[in-house]
C-alpha cells in the first residue's frame, strides 16, 4: 500500500471505528513480536486465499465460505473486539478502499465484493 493510501486507510478506519477503537488495535499491534505478527498475517493470507479459492464455486452464503467467514471474524477480532457493527464496516472498507480492492483482486479478481457480502452476510445471519 502507498504512502497515500496507508493514511486514508487509518482516515477511513478511525471514521469508521472511532480513534478509541482505532488506538487499541494499533497498540496491540505495536505489542506484538515479531513472530506474532507474521502468524497473524500468515493466518490471515490462508484464510482470504481458501475464500478466494472457493469463491468460483461457492455462493458467498454457502455453508463453506460462511465458515471460512466465521475464522476471519474470529481472527479479526483478536486484535480489536468485533461485533456486528464492526464487522459490516469492515466489510464496507473492504469493498469500498480502492487500494483494498486492489489488494484483493490480487488474490482473485473480485474477491473485495465477494469477501464484503459474505461479512455482511455473516454479521446479519449469526449471533455475535
Same mark, same amino acid.
Given at each position: 500500500?502507498?504512502?497515500?493510501?496507508?493514511?486514508?486507510?487509518?482516515?477511513?478506519?478511525? %471514521?469508521? @471505528?472511532?480513534? =478509541?477503537?482505532?488506538? +487499541?488495535?494499533?497498540? /496491540?499491534?505495536? &505489542?506484538?513480536? !515479531?513472530?506474532?505478527?507474521?502468524?497473524?498475517?500468515?493466518?490471515?493470507?490462508?484464510?482470504?486465499?481458501?475464500?478466494?479459492?472457493?469463491?468460483?464455486? %461457492?455462493? @458467498?452464503?454457502? =455453508?463453506?465460505?460462511? +465458515?471460512?467467514?466465521? /475464522?476471519?471474524? &474470529?481472527?479479526? !477480532?483478536?486484535?480489536?473486539?468485533?461485533?456486528?457493527?464492526?464487522?459490516?464496516?469492515?466489510?464496507?472498507?473492504?469493498?469500498?478502499?480502492?487500494?483494498?480492492?486492489?489488494?484483493?483482486?490480487?488474490?482473485?479478481?473480485?474477491?473485495?465484493?465477494?469477501?464484503? &457480502?459474505?461479512?455482511?452476510?455473516?454479521?446479519?445471519?449469526?449471533?455475535?
Amino acid at each position: 500500500m502507498t504512502e497515500d493510501g496507508k493514511k486514508r486507510y487509518k482516515k477511513d478506519t478511525i %471514521n469508521r @471505528y472511532g480513534k =478509541k477503537s482505532f488506538r +487499541k488495535a494499533d497498540k /496491540k499491534l505495536k &505489542k506484538m513480536s !515479531g513472530p506474532e505478527w507474521e502468524n497473524y498475517q500468515a493466518n490471515l493470507n490462508n484464510i482470504i486465499q481458501e475464500i478466494a479459492d472457493s469463491m468460483d464455486k %461457492n455462493d @458467498y452464503n454457502s =455453508k463453506k465460505v460462511q +465458515k471460512l467467514i466465521l /475464522k476471519h471474524f &474470529k481472527l479479526v !477480532g483478536t486484535l480489536n473486539p468485533t461485533n456486528k457493527e464492526s464487522y459490516i464496516e469492515l466489510a464496507n472498507l473492504y469493498s469500498e478502499h480502492d487500494d483494498l480492492i486492489v489488494f484483493f483482486d490480487n488474490y482473485n479478481k473480485g474477491l473485495a465484493n465477494y469477501l464484503s &457480502k459474505a461479512m455482511i452476510y455473516f454479521a446479519t445471519n449469526n449471533e455475535n
